[in-house]
């Protein structure tokens, strides 16, 4: 069965600094995708990144970086030089190529402080 | 495109009541699914569907129904609420090309209180 698992259930770092948001997957498919979502305190959901199973390249937006490692079942997210406006909750998400549906990891609430 | 649209975006329930929550895209998406967010809580699917007039149990079924008559809507139903049911629900809706690429668009939520 599919499990998202994000073991940060909360995060405090004072801005400018970096900080990693690990996420942990299974599933029994060799196809599968890996998102990650930003929920600010508004509420809505902001995509952030999709990623197929066969594509292990990092990722690198602006500040906001993906490490994909299949062999450790991990797709974390890094944002460097944090700030106040990246303070809210991350989803991390799996989809598998059986049948769409998004399955979501807890999430894990940022606070960047001033 | 206004993408996928839920209606009403507040509500509040009493004990017992039912209401159907509105979700419509117009993206012409195949996929589309149903979340509830607890508070503080991430996201649990409740039901989904591949298409029109087929529908699909997500994790968390139990207290709803849906339907997908065309395309375009997938309302979710509440036949006698309760306290459990406070939530926020996302409506979302997904298109997959032969390719492979395929994209997530989500709601903005319908926030639902249960007194």
């Known amino acids: 069965a599919q499990k998202v698992t994000q073991a940060q259930t909360e995060i405090s770092v004072v801005e400018k600094e970096d900080v990693t948001l690990d996420c942990v997957y299974e599933?029994?498919?060799?196809?599968?995708?890996l998102f990650w979502y930003k929920q600010p305190p508004s509420g809505e959901l902001v995509f952030l990144i999709r990623?197929?199973?066969?594509?292990?390249q990092n990722e690198i937006s602006g500040r906001y970086s993906w490490n994909f490692q299949k062999s450790t079942s991990s797709f974390n997210f890094t944002i460097t030089a944090s700030q106040v406006v990246d303070s809210a909750v991350y989803f991390c998400?799996?989809?598998?190529?059986?049948?769409?549906?998004?399955?979501f990891g807890k999430g894990t609430r940022l606070h960047i402080l001033p | 495109n206004a993408g996928v649209t839920q209606t009403p975006k507040f509500r509040i329930l009493k004990i017992g009541q039912s209401m159907t929550l509105q979700c419509a895209q117009d993206?012409?998406?195949?996929?589309m699914y149903w979340y509830r967010q607890d508070p503080g809580m991430g996201l649990k699917l409740i039901y989904y569907?591949?298409?029109?007039?087929?529908?699909d149990k997500g994790e968390v079924p139990n207290g709803y129904n849906v339907s997908r008559s065309t395309t375009e809507d997938f309302p979710l139903r509440l036949e006698l609420a309760a306290p459990s049911q406070t939530s926020v629900y996302f409506c979302?809706?997904?298109?997959?090309?032969?390719?492979?690429?395929?994209?997530?668009?989500f709601g903005s939520g319908t926030r639902l209180t249960v007194v």
């Open positions: 979302a809706s997904s298109y997959r090309l032969p390719s492979g690429r395929y994209g997530y668009t």
């Open positions: 599933t029994r498919d060799t196809t599968y995708y």
């Open positions: 990623r197929n199973s066969f594509d292990e």
């Open positions: 998400a799996l989809s598998e190529n059986r049948d769409d549906k998004i399955i």
């Open positions: 993206m012409n998406h195949n996929y």
């Open positions: 569907s591949v298409g029109a007039g087929i529908t």
